[in-house]
């Protein structure tokens, strides 16, 4: 199983960025794809996830209603829509994908993982 992540960037307050990570290696359609992030000095904290077959979502309260998690199942592509960037969302952010059981938020539970692309958002 391969995830590579990209889209990350520079950009400024406000600003828009989309981040995609493509998954290949096997069939996705029974796993609950993940993004994190970890900023420097902080731990990997869950940004928000989808399942890939019914695509329920879920979102941290700190990114809820500027961020958007969706997917693309012909190209076997994840995406993370994020809206009105602040400095707060600087960081290395990291799709993952896990089997169905156990919780969405914990990183732990997460079987794969992609590089990590950088988001960085200036003032």
């Known amino acids: 199983v391969q995830l590579q992540a990209s889209g990350g960037g520079l950009v400024q307050a406000g600003d828009s960025l989309r981040l995609s990570c493509a998954a290949s290696g096997r069939t996705f359609s029974r796993y609950v794809m993940g993004w994190f992030r970890q900023a420097p000095g902080k731990e990997r904290e869950f940004v928000a996830a989808?399942?890939?077959?019914?695509?329920?979502?879920y979102y941290a309260d700190s990114v809820k209603g500027r961020f958007t998690i969706s997917l693309d199942n012909a190209k076997n592509t994840v995406y993370l829509q994020m809206n009105s960037l602040i400095v707060e969302d600087t960081a290395v952010y990291y799709c993952?994908?896990?089997?169905?059981?156990?919780?969405?938020?914990?990183?732990?539970?997460?079987?794969?993982w992609g590089q990590g692309t950088l988001v960085t958002v200036s003032s």
């Open positions: 993952a994908a896990k089997y169905p059981t156990g919780s969405w938020y914990y990183a732990d539970n997460y079987n794969y």
């Open positions: 989808i399942t890939w077959s019914g695509g329920s979502t």
